[in-house]
């Protein structure tokens, strides 16, 4: 990958890299845009097979922060950090500590909090020696890890995309194929079994397959088969790319509505579904209730409140499916186009009235 070709024509504001020989920290900060306020986004800690695939995946999840922040209506642009390492064998409290001092430098432009290999003990390491991090222990005033609630928006994002697929927004007696039951998922398969549908899963890790058999009476597929299930909703929960010239061919859902994000490889693969007749939640706008939760610890986290926001998923899905239909797009188009709207009209009236709107973290 050429970085600066790349980041010039998806216009990344800034890429900090970090390194520190005691820690073993290599980390990639990538802040895409704060036209709406200072980049939120999570840290992702993975082992990637090679730097540039680490590189792609902190410029492309800090794009998609970008766009999953402005369409969820919060003043904040997108961010994401990538650190390169194994989340089960490679952390020490230096890492993080060390992580944090890189993000205190850069003064409130971004801000971090969890994602996939990170913990709320991992932020807490990060909070001392730095504010601009989110989702820390309740115990300080936070919302803690952002998963569960995350995973409730999924949930009701869902019931939006089967309203848009079946006519009626009911998952009783509805299968759901999940990939990957990590922390977002266990809560999303919850809710789903709660209401009745029936559950078919998949996981590298055996022990998390385990757990959603036992928990929820799933029934267990090997990791390959996930996409070939006879099922009424795909609901990709692991890593990104997933929707891609070898899976779409198989795929039987009519819905495709799950927290991963980055699901489409390439965008022709929105198109592709598109085609087919299937429905997609846009993944950015579907999984926003984790950075939506974490987004009201800006203003003094209110549990209530922040889940109220979180049930907005269901209309701005809604809305999502109608730009699709009055402008024949499909719909990772339309949520494109929802959060390119928001961050042009509010950069206009950023100019005209507001001289420096970001929040303080303290205030928590
Ligand atoms: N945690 C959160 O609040 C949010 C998470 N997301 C996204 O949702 C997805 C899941 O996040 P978490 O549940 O937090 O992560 P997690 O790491 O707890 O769960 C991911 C699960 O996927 C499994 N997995 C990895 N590769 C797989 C494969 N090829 N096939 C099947 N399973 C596989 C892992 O073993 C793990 O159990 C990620 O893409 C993340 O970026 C998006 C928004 C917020
Ligand atoms: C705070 C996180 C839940 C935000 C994030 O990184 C995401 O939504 O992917």
């Not at 993975?46 to 902190?58: G, I, L, P, Q, V």
């Not at 869902?158 to 990590?182: H, I, N, W, Y």
């Not at 087919?276 to 209530?304: H, T």
């Not at 809604?318 to 339309?334: E, L, N």
Request: aromatic share 8%.
């Amino acid at each position: 990958m050429e970085l600066f070709t790349y980041m010039e024509q998806y216009d990344y504001e800034q890429v900090v890299i970090c390194q520190d020989k005691q820690s073993g920290l290599k980390a990639i900060i990538a802040i895409h845009d704060t036209t709406l306020g200072p980049a939120l986004g999570g840290t992702r800690m993975w082992t990637y097979e090679n730097e540039a695939d680490a590189f792609e995946d902190a410029l492309r999840l800090a794009k998609g922060m970008t766009y999953k922040n402005a369409a969820a209506g919060l003043n904040l642009g997108g961010g994401k950090t990538v650190i390169i390492g194994d989340p089960r064998k490679d952390k020490n409290e230096e890492m993080f500590r060390a992580f944090g001092r890189y993000i205190q430098g850069l003064n409130g432009r971004y801000i971090t909090a969890e994602d996939v290999g990170t913990t709320v003990q991992d932020m807490d390491l990060i909070y001392e020696e730095t504010d601009y991090v989110a989702g820390i222990s309740p115990a300080f005033g936070s919302s803690g890890n952002p998963s569960p609630v995350t995973a409730y928006g999924v949930y009701v994002g869902m019931k939006s995309a089967a309203k848009e697929a079946f006519g009626s927004d009911d998952l009783s007696g509805k299968t759901v194929a999940v990939q990957g039951v990590g922390n977002v998922a266990y809560h999303l398969c919850k809710h789903l079994s709660e209401e009745g549908a029936a559950l078919v899963v998949t996981d590298i890790n055996k022990e998390s397959v385990e757990r959603a058999v036992n928990d929820f009476n799933a029934k267990a597929v090997n990791i390959d088969e996930i996409y070939g299930v006879d099922c009424d909703i795909f609901a990709p929960c692991a890593l990104g790319g997933i929707i891609n010239d070898q899976t779409i061919p198989r795929l039987k859902a009519t819905v495709i509505a799950g927290a991963a994000n980055n699901q489409l490889k390439e965008d022709r693969h929105g198109h592709l579904i598109h085609e087919l007749g299937i429905v997609y939640a846009p993944d950015y706008i579907i999984n926003a209730g984790g950075v939506i939760n974490i987004a009201d610890e800006l203003k003094g986290y209110n549990a209530e409140r922040a889940l109220k926001k979180v049930e907005g998923i269901y209309q701005n899905l809604d809305d999502v499916f109608a730009i699709a239909k009055r402008d024949q797009i499909p719909t990772f188009k339309a949520a494109d186009r929802m959060a390119e709207e928001r961050i042009e009209r509010m950069s206009r009236s950023r100019r005209q009235f507001l001289k420096d709107g970001h929040h303080i973290l303290s205030r928590r």
